[in-house]
């Protein structure tokens, strides 16, 4: 999965992202101090204590265009970039509270491949505090299904 950023400036360190982030007080946090002006950016990061991976990636508007062909972007956008991660529930919870930080920098908007709506950054704010607020239920839910497995008689 994949979350697009649209930006007419972009965050130019992990150093900046996460004083964002820290402004939020939300739970990602990035391990290594690193410039974000390479087109491909592998991003080692904790999301309540758990280690995460992340990808920021430059792209083009041509292509998110292409990707949501349905969706009205804005014409003239300068930083156009595509955030991956893990796939594990603290990787999602880590690129949704990382993007709206982000957006909180430097205004934008986002648009993720689970919803393909564009948010602004109050949107994608709420987007996260509710992902996380959520989380405590979406690991009791994994707990649940994993012990039943493990509980499982194999044959």
Known sequence: MEIYLLTDEAVLTTQAWQAGVDALAFDVRFLDE????????????????KPVLMELEKTSLARVRETFPDVAFPDGVACVHAL?????????????????????????????????KLKTPDG?????????A??????AAMADILAKIVAKPRN
């Open 34 to 49: 690193q410039s974000l002006q390479a087109d491909e950016v592998r991003l080692r990061a904790a999301c309540k204590d």
């Open 134 to 139: 959520e989380m405590p239920m979406l690991e």
């Open 124 to 132: 994608a704010i709420e987007l996260a505090r509710k992902m996380t």
């Open 84 to 116: 991956y991660w893990n796939k594990t529930l603290e990787g999602g919870l880590a690129a949704y509270q990382a993007a709206a930080a982000y957006l909180g920098l430097v205004k934008g908007l986002m648009i993720d491949t689970e919803e393909g």
